[in-house]
Nanobody, 114 residues
Framework: VQLQASGGGLVQPGGSLRLSCAAS????????GGWYRQAPGKQRELVAT???????TYANSVKGRFTISRDNAKNTVYLQMNSLKPEDTAVYYC?????????WGLGTQVTVSS
């Protein structure tokens, strides 16, 4: 299983980014997947998840601003991030849970700064 995350970058406060996580060797639609983030000096935080049935959950800190979605045809999970704040700055990691084991992709850096 390989997960390839992309879409990070530098954005001004109030801006938007869309992260993508493409999976190979697995079928995202059959499993729970999502995004974590980790800022320097802080613990890893679960940002958003999407289950095989499409149920989504979000951290309180991103509710109403971030949207997780999945394109089954592309075997890809997305994280649309709007109204970004400096405190959203972190390395974002996608994951996929298969039979209780978490597979991780390499992170993508998101920096929110003016």
């Amino acid at each position: 299983v390989q997960l390839q995350a992309s879409g990070g970058g530098l954005v001004q406060p109030g801006g938007s980014l869309r992260l993508s996580c493409a999976a190979s060797g697995s079928i995202f639609s059959l499993n729970t997947g999502g995004w974590y983030r980790q800022a320097p000096g802080k613990q890893r935080e679960l940002v958003a998840t999407i289950t095989s049935s499409g149920t989504t959950t979000y951290a309180n800190s991103v509710k109403g601003r971030f949207t997780i979605s999945r394109d089954n045809a592309k075997n890809t999970v997305y994280l649309q991030m709007n109204s970004l704040k400096p405190e959203d700055t972190a390395v974002y990691y996608c994951y996929e849970k298969i039979w209780g084991y978490d597979y991780w992709g390499l992170g993508t850096q998101v920096t929110v700064s003016s």
